[in-house]
């Protein structure tokens, strides 16, 4: 992908207006670029097939009739309900997305928001506008956000619509056994896709971070999601356990939660909690770098 | 405007030896937010102890009556259970091997026997619900998952949410209190220790505690005779106002971490919604249906093997004979086979593989294979009889010599 594609837009310099609209004007200048770049596209795409896949492969599987419980609880989470109702298969493909995917989306536009600029040489040009290193930090920050619920909600609209067409819907049972409307569990997963959403802000925050570090795009991006990867894998060693509740991902599942019935709020609050505190840390780290750094680039 | 200039920096790039000091002292902004939320971990659970609740003097005595009539009809709350029976870690293995012997062929994961083994390794959150004696919940909370109990008027029903498996089976007419065979919540613990309580028992009241925030007063149970068995104490947390048992934790006489420790960690005396107790089984689930009631009633039991404490009353079945009394009772069962588990190496791959795990002893009784927990000890000797108490080994082969 050539960089000319990250050069500002004319969104971009739309200067001399008042200030906060300025502002205003600056973060949409960055919506459009970073939702406007093929690569972003590109990623949403790749989101958008998970459910498509998942729900086409388990139509063909269950199509003659049967039923797929005999995986014994293989898979990704609610995988088995998904034949029962449509509404399923957003749980299973965010689910399915959640350990890899979205985050390496983030950590791809996370990382290139700084670094990326930098890279381009455009970063110089961006800082000639009177905006202010702090405030074009915090819309860099705020479109990464933007993108992780555009992310999540691509995941779950494709999901929805996929397993409308090929599922029945309806009444659906939660996982602890009890009944809820259609509407409920409408609701329920949207819930769920905004959890997902500011699940992911603390890793955001972190590749924002490794983004103001760099002045080399693709090494920000390597490393932020390297780190995710690293963060999962030590997720998974139980010699581990005392330090796993400080991982930025050791509460990600907890969206599951959602579909209990009552709701057991407490990993979901301690996932909350987790991120705000990544975002806080690393969001002011990239703060103390990015405001003091030598723009060379 | 210079492309250096920021609202805050005056100039990155003017060699000013101020500007470099300010440029680090950025830097204790997140250092300073991180040990903010240091210090909020480490500290707000020792300022949140406010220490053990004052409550009037009560006699040991006064309490157990007090938990015999507590009549708790309606609760929900949150439950952790951590037990450490200190089995061999075997992973996958060993539950395979436990629910192998628990279910007898019939393979759905929904069978309450299959999923409450999982229960006697390591720590589970449950959630329980009950609105009288008709009505009870029990969920075994999952990753992604759940594993839900509801016993609703004469339905008992198993759901797996992981697999979509359904279970299913009908009450006793007389309203058979379908709890008491699935122990898990602390005031189940707490009615089996109990029911051990007697002569051989010193029964204390040891202060008070706050658990699940509510005000609960300290029983603790401990054998009079310790020599002989691996029962240490037992310690009962019992609400002040309904007299429920809120925690229970069962230490062995060898120390360290508790063998099974059960105990609220949020609980609500409301009554909990109607539609807890719902359960119709979801469409294209698959539903498993047990006829047989009693069988499937006792087919719970090996899923909590820690639930007797005294084995006098938990194993006291047909063909079992008990030595013994109190804590230091050993129950002796003809398992019929001879040649039980080969203690010789040699006998076929199982033999060997279970041979491995336990200790070769031998005394007047013959030769034999000890099988350790660290609350529950088994000796199988070589003619097929079985020892099984919680007592130490020691106990265990005096026994097996004095029944030659």
């Known amino acids: 992908m050539s960089r000319a594609e990250a050069a500002p837009g004319p969104a971009r310099v739309a200067a001399g207006s008042p200030k906060p609209l300025w502002t205003l004007g600056l973060l949409r200048g960055e919506l459009v670029t970073t939702f406007r770049r093929w690569r972003t596209l590109a990623l949403l795409g790749v989101l958008a097939a998970v459910p498509v896949l998942v729900g086409v492969a388990v139509r063909i599987e269950t199509g003659d009739g049967s039923s797929s419980a005999g995986g014994g609880g293989g898979g990704p989470a609610f995988i088995t309900q998904i034949t029962n109702n449509g509404l399923f298969l957003v749980f299973t493909a965010l689910a399915a997305t959640l350990p890899f995917f979205l985050p390496m989306a983030v950590g791809v536009v996370a990382g290139d928001a700084i670094a990326g600029e930098a890279n381009a040489g455009t970063l110089r040009y961006l800082l000639v506008a009177p905006a202010g290193r702090t405030r074009l930090l915090l819309t860099k920050y705020a479109t990464t956000m933007a993108f992780c619920l555009v992310a999540t909600l691509v995941v779950a609209v494709f999901a929805l619509a996929v397993g409308a067409l090929l599922f029945p819907l309806g009444d659906l049972t939660t996982i602890s056994g009890t009944r809820i409307s259609f509407a409920e569990g409408l609701g329920r997963a949207l819930l769920i896709a905004l959890v997902v959403a500011a699940s992911l802000i603390g890793l955001a925050a972190l590749g924002l971070f490794v983004s103001t570090l760099t002045n080399s795009g693709i090494a920000a991006m390597a490393t932020t999601v390297g780190l995710l990867i690293t963060v999962q894998i030590l997720d998974q060693i139980p010699q581990l356990h005392a330090i796993q509740p400080y991982l930025f991902s050791h509460y990600w599942m907890s969206f599951a939660d959602l579909m209990r019935e009552p709701v057991y709020w407490d990993d979901l609050v301690r996932n909350l909690e987790l991120q705000t505190l990544y975002a806080a840390v690393f969001g002011s780290a990239a703060w103390a770098r990015f405001t003091a750094k030598d723009i060379t680039a | ?404």
């Open chain 2, 1 to 404: 405007m210079a492309p250096y200039e920021s609202d805050d920096t005056r100039s990155a790039a003017v060699d000013d030896p101020h500007s470099a000091r300010r440029k680090a002292a950025r830097y204790v902004v997140p250092v300073a937010v991180v040990g903010v939320a240091a210090a909020t971990i480490g500290l707000v659970p020792a300022l949140a102890d406010s220490g053990d609740p004052d409550l009037p003097k009560i006699t040991a005595q006064q309490l157990i009556e007090k938990i015999a009539k507590s009549d708790v009809q309606q609760l929900s709350g949150t439950a952790k259970i951590t037990t450490d029976l200190g089995l061999p870690n075997l992973g996958g293995l060993e539950s395979g091997l436990l629910s192998g012997a628990a279910k007898g062929g019939d393979g759905s994961s929904a069978d309450p026997s299959t999923k409450l083994t999982e229960l006697a390794a390591g720590t589970h959150t449950l959630r329980v619900a009950a609105d009288g004696p008709d009505r009870q919940k029990v969920s075994l909370i999952e990753s992604a998952a759940e594993y839900s109990l509801i016993h609703n008027g004469k339905d008992i029903w198993g759901y797996d949410s992981k697999s979509n498996e359904v279970y299913h089976s009908t009450a006793n007419q007389d309203g058979t209190k379908h709890r008491d065979e699935v122990p898990a919540t602390p005031k189940d613990f707490a009615d089996q220790a109990l029911k051990s309580v007697d002569d051989t028992t010193s029964v204390t009241v040891d202060g008070t505690a706050q658990v699940a925030g509510r005000d609960a007063y300290r029983l603790v149970i401990k054998p009079k005779h310790a020599s002989g068995t691996t029962v240490g104490v037992i310690s009962i947390a019992v609400d002040s106002k309904t007299g429920m048992p809120l925690k229970f934790t069962l230490t062995p006489a060898s120390g360290g971490a508790a063998v099974v420790d059960a105990g609220f960690t949020q609980v609500s005396f409301a009554k909990p919604a109607a539609s807890t107790f719902d359960f119709t089984p979801p469409k294209g689930a698959r539903v498993t249906e047990k006829k047989d009631t009693e069988a499937g009633a006792r087919s719970v039991r090996p899923g909590a093997p820690h639930q007797d404490l005294t084995p006098q009353k938990g194993l006291a079945k047909e063909g079992t004979k008990v030595l013994g009394k109190g804590w230091n009772s050993i129950a002796v069962l003809d398992s019929g086979a001879k040649g039980g588990i080969p203690s010789s190496s040699g006998k076929g791959d199982l033999g060997g593989f279970l041979g491995s795990l336990g200790d070769q002893v031998s005394g007047k009784f013959g030769k034999g294979t000890v099988f350790s927990t660290r609350l529950v000890n088994a000796l199988i000797t070589d003619d097929g009889k079985v020892y099984v108490g919680t007592v130490t080994k020691d106990a265990l082969v005096k026994a097996a010599n004095a029944g030659q």
